[in-house]
């Protein structure tokens, strides 16, 4: 794979896109400036028990800015993975231990709110257990659920413990969890879809929003399913359970293959979501006339270019023969996807493409937002692809840099050309994965 990452080695990410800003490389005082905001304002990220929270909580933003009264699925483990990397980063071992209070305390809130046949709320606030009608009994249920990142979570926080033994009694309900997504999501592919498009994360990605019911088999989802699955193999190794462990696996790799055979498009050498409504009606529709040949595909490509294409790179599943067809075509020589201050959530050649500011949902359609630019940025590092995966990590650090000294605070999302912060100031979250990103 050295040898593929050479070849499609490419101009810096920022300074050469026409009508973009260039991007200084950041340097030891956008460092120094984050590092220093986010010690600053961690200890207010951990919230104490209160109301429906009964265990101590992570939020995702500053105290009363939006968010910061909600308990969200994969911003809970996205903000405390940022966490755990600050504590290490500043070697502050009393801000580690209440984030391993806090982190840990969130996971056994959601699981303290889990319905009798596995379900999770996608969200808890303080004065409501299910805010969504997450847990709304129906079958399939079309209320969205918590995403799958609550294995991921577990372990985390495992590891910054030193022992999974705290999970005992939770590995049995993890499972009724992943049992609650096959049995109301999964689709003849295998792929799970949505049941609707609210929260679904990435909330109005084309391919899901606005689509019906059960008929998006989106690639977050799925990525998202298949690292929850392969975190919840290794706790039940961990935890002396190696039939779950075994099991677990060969459902991953399952996922996984199901994921290269339906969602990789060797038309444009891309990773597309699904949409699974391909259903054969001919004997309701005309009984009287033969069938002839038969329906063999059980899916069609959404051909709309979106982050999530990247996915299967960042968690791992992608070939690497595809994984280099991606950056090289979708990444290096194009700026559809790639932009002067990250990675749009939207190709700009999209006609649904639109940079407006927007509160709920938040807007994918094409804005930077860090959680992308920090996945994109996986993907690409773990493919040997290390010269555009430090371009990437460069804007990131200079952009957010740049935001706090201008605003006094971080945004959710960002303007890819000119950087500038387009929504939710005194949002946290994700942003303090650039931690990780050197």
């Known amino acids: 794979m050295s040898g593929a990452a050479r070849v499609l080695r490419a101009a810096p990410l920022a300074s050469t896109l026409e009508g973009q800003a260039a991007v200084a490389p950041a340097g030891a005082a956008d460092r120094t ?40 699925d994969w911003d809970t483990y996205w903000t405390s993975r940022g966490l755990f990397r600050l504590a290490r980063t500043v070697h502050d071992s009393e801000l580690h231990r209440m984030v391993s209070e806090h982190a840990r305390g969130s996971f056994q809130n959601f699981f303290e709110h889990q319905s009798s046949e596995g379900r999770i709320p996608l969200m808890i606030s ?15 249920n079309p209320n969205n659920q918590a995403k799958p990142v609550m294995a991921q979570l577990g372990l985390l926080v495992s590891e910054e413990l030193g022992s999974a033994e705290w999970l005992h009694p ?15 999501n999964q689709s003849s592919t295998g792929l799970l879809v949505w049941g609707d498009d609210v929260a679904i994360g990435n909330d109005n990605d084309p391919t ?11 690639l977050l989802l799925n990525c998202l399913f298949y690292r929850d699955l392969e975190a919840a193999a290794e706790i039940a190794r961990r935890l002396g359970r190696d039939a779950d462990s075994g099991r677990l696996s060969a459902q991953a790799r399952e996922l996984a293959r199901n994921m290269e055979r339906y969602c990789w498009d060797p038309r444009d050498r891309f990773y597309y979501t699904v949409d699974v409504q391909c259903v054969d009606r001919r004997a309701e529709l005309i009984p009287n ?8 595909w059980k899916c069609l490509p959404l051909r709309i270019q979106t982050f999530t294409g990247f996915m299967p790179l960042w968690c791992g599943v992608a070939s690497r023969e595809r994984a280099a067809e991606m950056v090289r075509q979708h990444y290096t020589m194009s700026e559809k996807l ?5 990675v749009r959530s939207l190709s700009k050649e999209e006609t649904m493409y639109s940079l407006a500011a927007s ?13 992308v630019n920090y996945m994109v940025w996986v993907g690409l590092r773990n493919y040997g692809f290390a010269k555009e995966a430090n371009d990437l990590a460069v804007a990131t650090w200079t952009l957010l840099s740049r935001d706090l000294a201008r605003n006094g605070s971080l945004n959710e999302y960002y303007h890819p050309d000119t950087g500038e912060a387009l929504s939710h100031k005194g949002f946290v979250d994700w942003n303090m994965l650039v931690l990780e990103m050197v």
């Not at 303080?126 to 399939?140: E, I, K, Q, W, Y």
Request: aromatic share 14%.
């Open 33 to 72: 400036r984050l590092v220093e905001y986010f010690h600053g304002i961690a200890t207010s990220l951990l919230r104490p028990a209160e109301g429906v929270l009964r265990y101590p909580s992570v939020s995702p933003s500053l105290p009363n800015k939006q968010y910061s009264t909600e308990l969200w």
């Open 126 to 140: 303080v004065g409501n257990a299910d805010p969504f009608g997450c847990l709304r009994m129906a079958s399939p």
């Open 170 to 184: 939770y590995f049995d309900k993890l499972v009724s969890f992943y049992a609650s997504w096959t049995d109301n």
């Open 208 to 218: 899901t929003f606005g689509r019906p019911p059960f008929s998006s088999a989106n």
């Open 289 to 296: 006339v033969a069938r002839g040949m038969p329906m063999s």
């Open 338 to 342: 790639r932009a002067g201050w990250g």
């Open 359 to 371: 509160s709920n949902p938040s807007n994918w359609l094409g804005p930077v937002w860090i959680i």
